[in-house]
């Protein structure tokens, strides 16, 4: 059994029905004893008329008062006492009123700490300190973990764009994508694994699909997720894409004469009523129905 570090034992033990057990204390309960009846920090008290400064580690007491508290006879609690004397445990002296000093020599080296209060104290902020440094630390590994991940998706996602470095502007078209995309999230924020891998997925259709899908998800589909986005990516072929593109462009040039506010509110409304956007006629401001 290890005999490094200590216990705080409160001196409401000695009020227990197992400490109060009437019996005849051995040596080392008498110590312990001794231990317990000390003051724990400076006090005054009155004795004979007089006031009298008892410090810390010390007791005034009685040899009967001893007797009595470990059922002993005078000459073994004498006896007792200065062999604690002659170890260096104690000092005592017995004053002419038969009262009797005792001095604890080492209190410090029993007690651990100053006083009760400041173990408590100590023993809290000591807690607290380990808690938060423990929490820095984890802190700290998970800020640089999310840096690097997020550092190295960065580099990914520049790597993906390379793949459709032939369609015009595609870098501002994908920001603003991102940019439509984020508005479907509570926190506005995307993390930059959800960014490369759904462009992974991209990477299965032609760039001129892709384009097509980000353009109309911008102007149409506004404030769906990006799984939408694949949806028109899958019912979409190249060709396809070629051709509403340019018929859109084709569209746009012919309403240039018209009010374009016009043109655009009834848009909206078919978009908003159900039909697909590439159903709309841009030169007449109305939408074919099939």
Known sequence: MSSQGFIMLHRSIVTHWLYEEKRKFSKYEAWIDLLLMVNYKDNKIVQDGKLIEVKRGERITSIRQLMDRWSWSNTKVVNFLEILKKDGMINFEVTPKKKTLIKIVKYEQYQGFQTFEQSVKQTQERQETDSETTQNNINNKENKEKKENNKDYTSK???????????????????????????????????????????????????????????????????????????????????????LMNRKIVKKENVEKQDPRDIDIAFSKWCASGFHPDDFDWKTGKGIEH
């Open 157 to 243: 996602i520049k790597d993906l764009l390379t793949v459709y470095s032939n369609i015009p502007d595609f870098i501002n078209l994908n920001k603003t994508y991102w940019d439509c995309i984020r508005e479907t999230r509570t926190t506005g924020k995307i993390a930059q694994s959800v960014i490369f891998n759904t462009m992974t997925k991209w990477k299965k259709y032609d760039p001129v699909v892709v384009q097509y899908a980000l353009k109309t998800h911008i102007e149409a589909h506004a404030g769906k997720e990006e799984k939408y986005t694949i949806g028109i990516m899958r019912g979409t072929t190249k060709e396809e894409a070629l051709d």
